[in-house]
């Protein structure tokens, strides 16, 4: 499929301005067009589950990505913190382009996927993370976002467990979730901030 290159050569504009005041092309993203600020209120904001979830609040996919770092840290303690920092920004691109569920992902095939892993490539850079993440890794941290949707589905997303095991494995981590409450946006996104900062000056030091 090459409907994004299609509509780029079509469309005067594939940018989206931020609050930050930055415009990033979605298409060609350059990393000194991110904010980290631009991507924790993003995705803040941004629902997981297509926002079909109980509680007051949407859960969000800022805090989905706070616990897969969380857990990864508990599964992973002695890893270098640079492998935190990926795993707490393994969805940022979708402050850009949603989050989409994974069947519709499938039916688009690899027009969104192209757009998402150049996103994800800039955003790694502007952090100081490599483009490509080592598969080591990478499959670490998939690892772990498998099994944390297992407990959002249990929790917020209304699975019972036989249902959840039709479309995902139950988790053996050591890392356990008993309960999850979603967050305020304005909460979460600095919840996430704090992480990001904290990480960032560890791996800095």
């Known amino acids: ?15 989206q301005r931020m609050l930050s005041g930055r ?5 060609s993203p350059s990393p000194l067009d991110i904010e980290i600020e631009d991507i924790a209120l993003g995705l803040s904001r941004v629902t997981r589950w297509n926002g079909q979830t109980t509680g007051i609040h949407a859960y ?5 990505s706070v616990i897969v770092e969380e857990a990864f840290n508990v599964e992973y303690p002695n890893l270098d913190k640079k492998w935190n920092l990926a795993a707490l920004l393994h969805d940022a691109p979708e402050y850009v382009i949603g989050d989409l569920i994974t069947p519709f992902k499938y039916a688009l095939n690899n027009s969104y996927r ?12 502007r952090f100081g993370l490599p483009t ?19 407990f959002e589905a249990i929790n917020v997303a209304g699975y019972n467990q036989k249902e959840a095991l039709v479309i995902l494995k139950k988790p053996t981590l050591n890392y356990k979730i008993e309960k999850i409450i979603p967050i305020a946006p304005e909460k979460i996104s600095l919840k996430f901030l704090k992480r990001f900062f904290e990480l960032s000056s560890l791996i800095n030091q």
Do not use: C
């Open 60 to 64: 969000s996919v800022a805090q989905h």
């Open 23 to 27: 415009k990033l092309d979605i298409l």
């Open 132 to 150: 490509e993440i080592p598969k080591t890794i990478s499959s670490k941290i998939k690892k772990i976002d498998k099994a944390v949707a297992w």
């Open 114 to 125: 192209h757009v998402e892993d150049n996103l994800m490539k800039a955003i790694y850079l």
């Open 1 to 15: 499929m090459k409907i994004f290159g299609e509509l780029k050569s079509k469309q005067k504009r594939a940018w």
